[in-house]
């Protein structure tokens, strides 16, 4: 089975860096895609990106431009790059993959 784990998230400033970890066990990240969402608390889910079991990516369009996904199958990790974070990213972040997700990790933005 997979587990996944997610890890990087805090309270950061408007326009600070965060890189979420995406830790996967039990499956290849190369095997399928992964995908990033977040949700906030009583808010609906919402895409943030995709990298493909090919290397593709593609993201959603209010981390365009800031955002990149990217994986090492060396250590089975899927990141997240998240730059120039704005109040409106607060969220959690929750990886997915073949049919499983890890338990999200909170991001919050302070103007």
């Known amino acids: 089975q997979v587990q996944l784990v997610e890890s990087g998230g805090g309270l950061v400033q408007a326009g600070d860096s965060l890189r979420l970890s995406c830790k996967a066990s039990?499956?290849?990240?190369?095997?399928?895609?992964v995908t990033w969402y977040r949700q906030a608390p009583g808010k609906e889910r919402v895409f943030v990106a995709v990298i493909g079991h090919l290397g593709t990516t593609l993201y959603g369009d209010s981390v365009k431009g800031r955002f990149t996904i990217s994986r090492d199958n060396a250590t089975n990790t899927v990141y997240l790059q998240m730059n120039n974070l704005k109040p409106e990213d607060t969220d959690i972040y929750y990886c997915?993959?073949?049919?499983?997700w890890g338990q999200g990790t909170q991001v919050t933005i302070s103007s």
């Open positions: 039990g499956r290849s990240v190369s095997s399928e895609g």
């Open positions: 997915h993959h073949n049919m499983s």
